[in-house]
């Protein structure tokens, strides 16, 4: 099963490089070399619905500030950016770095800038005085060694419970479960009504709901833990809270191919809760083509995910500067708009996100999005799994092939083991 994921993964990124040659040759042939200079390569997988509108809005702003400059969209498809890293680490080794490169901001940039592969961005913090501007704590888990090497243009939130209150309802549900008791509890009551109690997508969204069960069932602060040096991934407590994730999964429908099908199981009726990112959130509002135009409080609504109630597990989409970016100065006038007030509150509406920076205009933001701006000024702060924040992407990868391996033979002291590994090949 490893080794056909791993030969298709490879067949994927060889394809993907050969477009992408043949799309600089296209540029040369078209465009000259005095134009082609001008372009910035912008590399993200920003291609679905919310996400490629919000790119479009800032991109119209790159366009108005800096007509100098040519904006070339190289975004690659593939839920949560798999797919996208896996092209970005083949261009990143053979020297051949777009302009920048979205990223997600925390521990997943660790291996690039490691091998030295990235520009610190104090330079551009100090003239924009980003930091007066962005919360501290954001800020501090974002920096290694007092550098910084990201742009955050959001935040998300990962650990959000979608649900359908109708068929709550039909099942004596009178509200979101609060703890990872009642939330299994509504599970069992939800199977009784002959709808899937839980919704589950591709092999990601098992890693995302992994780390919502994680933190619900340890709590912030040892969940918080396990990604330090003094992490203790061997104990009862971790192994009762791979027991309630097997037990969660036991509930689960069938996979879906990625996590807006799975969703749609949700705000169709057909399922009673999906535990998903709050890009959920546009997706479900959105009208087609860049959602399903589903109606807030009726067709789906939202809560924390079990036990995390007061805790915002967050993630952040953020711009690089690669070492060696061809077209350098494009690349800091794209970092510019990106870390702009105007840039994040034409982005972030539409992305179903909410911004980085503290001075957003606020009537933008509503609904569920209201809502997440006020879970982010008082929650504790954890970070996501699979989203880039706690662990770097060797870790990620051998978390994925464990929960992989638990999906076919459940055995959550195997899963365990390898999680257990997984930590100490991360060096903690």
């Not at 870390?339 to 539409?350: C, I, M, R, T, V």
């Amino acid at each position: 099963m490893r080794r056909r994921w791993m030969a298709a993964v490879a067949v994927s990124v060889a394809g993907l490089l050969t477009l992408s040659a043949c799309g600089k040759g296209d540029d040369k042939a078209s465009g000259g070399g005095q134009a082609a200079q001008k372009k910035v390569e912008v590399f993200s997988w920003w291609t679905g619905p919310g996400e490629s509108d919000g790119l479009k809005a800032m991109r119209q702003i790159f366009a108005k500030q800096y007509p100098q400059f040519t904006f070339f969209d190289a975004a690659v498809a593939g839920g949560s950016g798999d797919q996208a890293r896996a092209l970005l680490s083949s261009k990143l080794q053979a020297n051949q770095p777009p302009d920048t490169f979205q990223g997600h901001a925390g521990a997943e940039l660790q291996g690039y800038i490691k091998g030295g592969k990235l520009e610190s961005l104090n330079f551009l913090y100090d003239e924009l005085k980003l930091r007066d501007v962005l919360p501290q704590q954001l800020v501090d888990q974002i920096s290694v060694q007092g550098q910084i090497y990201s742009v955050p243009v959001n935040i998300h939130r990962s650990n959000v419970l979608w649900y359908n209150p109708s068929v709550l309802k039909d099942a004596g549900i009178s509200a979101a479960p609060k703890t990872m008791d009642e939330f299994i509890a509504d599970l069992g009551k939800v199977k009784k009504t002959g709808k899937i109690p839980l919704s589950i997508g591709s092999q990601w969204t098992l890693v995302h709901l992994l780390e919502s069960v994680l933190c619900g069932s340890l709590g912030t602060d040892v969940y918080n833990q396990l990604w330090t040096a003094n992490s203790d991934w061997s104990n009862a407590n971790v192994t009762k809270a791979l027991e309630n994730y097997k037990t969660v999964l036991s509930y689960a429908g069938t996979p879906q191919d990625d996590w807006q099908p799975a969703a749609k199981q949700v705000a169709d009726g057909d399922a009673a809760f999906n535990i998903m990112g709050d890009w959920a959130y546009g997706y479900f509002q959105n009208p087609a083509p860049g959602g399903i135009g589903k109606t807030a409080h009726k067709d789906f609504d939202w809560a924390a995910s079990p036990g995390t109630d007061g805790t915002f597990m967050w993630l952040s989409d953020s711009f690089t500067l690669p070492k060696g970016a061809p077209n350098r100065d494009g690349a800091i006038a794209w970092l510019k708009v990106a870390a702009s007030k105007e840039g994040q509150d034409a982005f972030n509406p539409l992305k179903g996100s909410i911004p980085s920076r503290k001075d957003a205009d606020t009537s933008l933001y509503k609904d569920y999005l209201a809502w997440s701006l006020q879970q982010w000024a008082s929650d504790k702060l954890a970070g996501s799994i699979q989203h880039g924040v706690v662990a770097n992407d060797q870790w990620r990868t051998a978390i994925t092939d464990a929960v992989g391996l638990f999906q076919q033979d459940q055995d959550v002291a195997k899963l365990q083991q390898a999680l257990v590994a997984a930590a100490k090949a991360s060096g903690q």
